[in-house]
């Protein structure tokens, strides 16, 4: 009988990164067969077969009832689950991508998440969390000693890395610090053997064209989804 292929570690990123590379700020279900990011670090949590009833049982009972979580890819949640809100995305591949070093980026850590927090909050490149930071290498450019640009990694299947948290000070803007940012990233993730991907909001326009012509390609068209669990109580959109 012929063996089913495989999903690729980007058809569930999320999954693939807990259960391998990020194991350690993974927390999982009773069942084994959901996980999620632990809250402090990414907002994400995934199934290990979004087409099988037994695992959005075990997500139901990791995050607890009337609670929201947050997908990616394409899952069908079952009816008892309520939508709170999707944003249409795009996956981009960076298999193509020139890669190189910013002499004048400075490496990021846990003394720089407020001032990073702080630029996040005012150019919304996504989430960003206090412990986001832990999840890869983050790099930074700063102007008279002020952060000014800033992008790091954040998944981490077998064999990828996400580049996450591309963001740069709207003063700033139009001096291709993003790109040379991102540049720098996937130097960092091709040093270690690895191939750079992303993710945007397909609204996001300006920057899917900044990717495209650095040389990112599409794969895949997922949507975040937030989801609230069945029960009562908990978040509210």
């Known amino acids: 009988m012929p063996t089913e292929r495989p999903a690729a570690p980007l058809d569930n990123p999320v999954w693939a990164s807990l259960t391998g590379a990020h194991r350690a700020f993974a927390e999982t279900a009773p069942g084994g ?3 999620r990011y ?8 995934a199934l290990a077969d979004p087409a099988d009833p037994a695992a959005w049982a075990d997500l139901a009972a990791l995050i607890g009832p009337g609670e929201t979580v947050w997908l990616t890819g394409l899952p069908t949640p079952p009816p008892d689950w309520t939508t709170v ?13 020139r890669a190189e070093a ?7 850590g846990p003394d720089d998440v407020a001032e ?9 490149p996504g989430p960003f969390l206090p412990r986001t930071v832990e999840l890869g290498a983050y790099l930074g450019i700063r102007h008279e000693g002020r952060l000014v640009a800033m992008a790091g990694e954040r998944m981490h299947p077998p064999g990828w890395t996400e580049i996450s948290a591309v963001c740069t000070h709207p003063d700033h803007r139009g001096r291709g610090l993003a790109g040379r940012l991102v540049r720098a990233v996937a130097a960092e993730i091709r040093g270690r053997g690895e191939t750079p991907f992303l993710h945007a909001a397909a609204e996001n326009t300006n920057a ?3 990717y495209e012509s650095m040389g990112f390609t ?3 068209e997922p949507v975040f989804i937030g989801l609230r669990t069945p029960g009562t109580g908990g978040i509210r959109p």
Not at 85 to 97: F, N, Y
Not at 102 to 108: D, Y
């Open 33 to 35: 067969l959901a996980a």
């Open 38 to 45: 632990l809250p402090a670090a990414n907002p994400f949590a």
């Open 85 to 97: 809100l999707e944003i249409p995305g795009v996956q981009l591949d960076g298999r193509a991508v």
């Open 102 to 108: 910013a002499p004048e980026a400075v490496r990021l």
């Open 116 to 124: 990073m927090t702080e630029l996040v909050e005012l150019t919304e």
């Open 208 to 210: 899917i064209r900044l």
């Open 218 to 220: 599409l794969r895949r």
